[in-house]
């Protein structure tokens, strides 16, 4: 005999919510509790699918990966990988090593940065060229990039100043560096012999 559904179990709220991006404390303190308490159910839940669930309590965010398949597993991907742009990579590293820096000077761990401050950063591993404005531009295109991702986030009321999303650490770790590097490997290699 089936029981009848509880209707306060909130299971099915949280495991929608995780299936639409990123759960953040400061959104809703009463739906992060809820999912702190279902923790083991939803990672259950979504075992079934080849999913799992990361939480992060400190930083107070729940996101969902592609959980690695066995050997011999075939499941399709519920979450794409996205390829990215070199100059998206490269500014995705270097606000992480912004986020570093912070962690490791103590007192105010949020990083927030000004356009300029940005374009900077990444100026200096971009190719030299006499047209200053067409590069702002390509790197005013390459923040819009990673703010789309959501590891930037524009301040409200404050015309080009973003801070930097702390859920970078969890997407910017060693996996990502060594995959950034074996790329950038193969794409020199085939420049090199183009040349």
Do not use: C
Not at 76 to 82: H, S, T
Not at 109 to 138: G, K, M, S
Not at 168 to 187: G, M, P
């Amino acid at each position: 005999m089936k029981q009848a559904a509880d209707p306060t179990d909130t299971l099915p709220q949280v495991v929608i919510a995780l299936m639409k991006g990123v759960v953040w404390r400061e959104d809703d303190e009463r739906h992060w509790q809820h999912l702190l308490t279902l923790q083991a159910r939803v990672r259950d839940h979504l075992a079934v699918m080849g999913l799992q669930l990361e939480v992060d309590e400190a930083e107070g965010y729940a996101l969902l990966r592609q959980r690695p398949l066995d050997e011999g597993e075939d499941l399709p991907r519920l979450i794409p990988r996205r390829p990215l742009a070199y100059p998206v990579s490269l500014l995705l590293v270097l606000l992480r090593k912004k986020l570093a820096e912070a962690d490791g000077g103590g007192a105010d761990r949020r990083v927030v940065l000004r356009r300029e401050e940005i374009v900077e950063l990444l100026r200096h591993f971009l190719r030299e060229t006499t047209n200053e404005a067409r590069l702002v531009d390509q790197i005013a295109g390459h923040i819009n990039k990673v703010r789309e991702l959501g590891f930037l986030r524009q301040l409200k009321g404050r015309e080009g100043e973003y801070e930097v999303v702390r859920l970078l650490k969890t997407f910017v770790d060693a996996q990502f560096l060594e995959e950034l590097l074996v790329t950038y490997r193969a794409h020199a290699a085939a420049k090199e012999a183009a040349s």
